[in-house]
């Protein structure tokens, strides 16, 4: 409870420095960094509505009202939503210039069948697209994941709804919607801290499913958990990931994408329940980057 104060404690001081030096600043601050050019990356998990009697987990699930307020709000501040394949060829072409001003990136990991169930829906009305990142052991499961703490410890008095894994169905689905890109996120999500070669045969997997099955080759990678400073994603790792093929591998660290980044080392911004447009739009402005560093420093 008191890291998650801390993380909407730091949002909203983050949308205060954006609202009051931000727009005036130029380039970088000690505080954060507004980039002329920079594409922001939005991390969501679950997109459930809430249950009665249950404590809700805004971590990880942010409700589908929420969900529709953020993205729309979003807009009407002047983000532009694109596609990550987008930002990919920008890059690798030397246009990123010809990206939008503040252009912005929806990702999703692990994949519920709720985000199919209530974030697609939205997705598509607001013309939205969105890269999905799954965890291909867990496809056509009734059972919660086994890394999801909150769906495990309150099951019994849950809707299937609220926890049930994506379906291979649901993801033909997307897969032939070309608003929507199904991305790799290992096999397993297991935490490959220091296992390079334990890594690389899941990721291996993971892309051998999503090729026989979908028939995607080369897809877009996220590490799960994906903090570098952590151990879970840089390093050996990053390594194993290029030369398994894949497109790119992003993290979760809180940075901005921009022409002099390695799509390798993209970061992205988690969007929490308590997240308002303007707490997010602060995120995407640079103005956050200072609160995971210092919940590093306290970690350690």
């Not at 799960?224 to 497109?247: C, I, N």
């Amino acid at each position: 409870m008191l890291k998650d104060a801390v993380k909407q404690g730091a949002g909203w001081i983050a949308a205060g420095l954006h609202a009051t030096v931000g727009r005036a600043s130029v380039g970088r601050t000690s505080l954060g960094r507004r980039a002329p050019r920079s594409v922001g990356v939005l991390i969501y998990h679950r997109v459930a509505e809430l249950v009665a009697g249950v404590p809700d987990d805004r971590v990880l699930n942010v409700p589908p009202a929420a969900f529709e307020q953020q993205l729309t709000g979003l807009r009407a501040r002047g983000c532009t939503f694109v596609p990550l394949r987008e930002v990919l060829a920008a890059h690798a072409t030397g246009r990123f210039d010809a990206l939008p001003e503040r252009a912005v990136v929806v990702t999703f990991d692990d994949i519920y069948a709720n985000v199919v169930d209530n974030a697609v829906p939205v997705l598509r009305r607001l013309e939205i697209p969105a890269t999905m990142f799954v965890s291909t052991a867990f496809v056509d499961r009734t059972a919660p994941f086994p890394f999801d703490a909150w769906a495990q410890a309150h099951r019994a008095v849950l809707p299937p709804s609220a926890y049930r894994p994506v379906t291979r169905a649901h993801l033909e689905r997307l897969h032939a919607d070309p608003r929507f890109e199904i991305g790799a996120h290992t096999h397993t999500h297991a935490t490959f801290i220091d296992r390079p070669d334990a890594f690389e045969a899941d990721l291996a997997e993971n892309l051998a499913w999503l090729d026989r099955r979908l028939g995607i080759a080369a897809p877009t990678f996220a590490f799960p958990y994906g903090r570098t400073a952590f151990g879970f994603a840089g390093s050996a790792l990053t390594e194993r990931a290029k030369q398994l093929g894949v497109a790119c591998a992003l993290t979760t660290d809180c940075t901005l994408v921009t022409a002099a980044s390695d799509p390798f080392d993209w970061g992205r911004f988690n969007a929490y329940a308590w997240d308002t447009p303007a707490t997010l739009d602060a995120k995407l402005s640079g103005w956050y980057g200072w609160a995971p560093r210092l919940m590093e420093r306290l970690a350690r």
